[in-house]
């Protein structure tokens, strides 16, 4: 059975500085894994999605990267933001449509 | 991009009570949905999978005569939450997907059952 990890569960950090989320997954058996920001009440947003095939994928600041032998992701958010703050969840989808969650990093930036 | 539209975003009501939340995907087909519990602090958890036109497939522990789960159509699903009780009190989103597309999730919605 999948199951993913992130660490930390919670971060926070001041404006400006550069930050790394991390996520490790049991099963190297994936297709792909996706990182999703969900602000407070609120449903999920696709931030970047990496195939399995893939090593790394950016957009704008945020920069993720995939280990898939060793079951490992990272996200990486440069110069963060204010507007950064927000729980950030790693999913990957193994066999059939399931995507398996982590329970998030609740991220933190303060002014 | 693909929106998932989810309604209603919030919904207090009293024990006993059935519920239906729509999830639409508004410029999409999408050929799967699914459904997601998610309690305060935790991820999210997977309910249900469904296909248009077919029966819904419930994960295990999930009772499927309490959540009825009906994909009518290749833009709306419903979720309806029988003889609600504070235990059920919980954020559901759904999320829909067209074949070999990422998933894309609606704003949720907060279930509070008094």
């Known amino acids: 059975k999948q199951e993913v990890t992130q660490i930390p569960a919670a971060l926070s950090v001041p404006e400006g500085e550069n930050l790394v989320l991390n996520c490790s997954f049991t099963d190297s058996a994936i297709y792909n894994l996706q990182w999703f920001r969900q602000d407070p009440g609120k449903g999920l947003t696709s931030l970047l999605l990496i195939q399995s095939s893939q090593r790394e994928q950016t957009s704008g600041r945020l920069n993720a990267s995939l280990d898939k032998s060793s079951g490992r992701s990272t996200l990486y958010i440069a110069a963060s933001q204010p507007g950064d703050s927000a729980t950030y969840l790693c999913a990957v989808k193994a066999s059939g449509s399931r995507l398996t969650f982590g329970e998030g990093t609740q991220l933190t930036v303060n002014p | 991009g693909a929106v998932v539209s989810q309604h209603p975003s919030r919904v207090i009501c009293k024990s006993g009570t059935s519920v239906k939340i729509e999830c639409r995907s508004l410029?999409?087909?999408?050929?799967?949905m699914f459904w997601y519990r998610q309690f305060p602090k935790q991820s999210l958890m997977l309910m249900a999978t469904s296909n248009e036109g077919s029966k819904a497939t419930y994960e295990q522990g999930v009772e499927k005569d309490k959540f009825l789960i009906n994909h009518a159509s290749l833009t709306l699903s419903t979720l309806t939450v029988t003889s609600a009780h504070p235990e059920d009190s919980s954020f559901y989103i759904c999320?829909?997907?067209?074949?070999?597309?990422?998933?894309?999730f609606g704003d949720g919605t907060r279930l509070s059952i008094l």
């Open positions: 999320s829909a997907r067209a074949d070999w597309q990422p998933q894309h």
């Open positions: 410029d999409f087909q999408a050929t799967t």
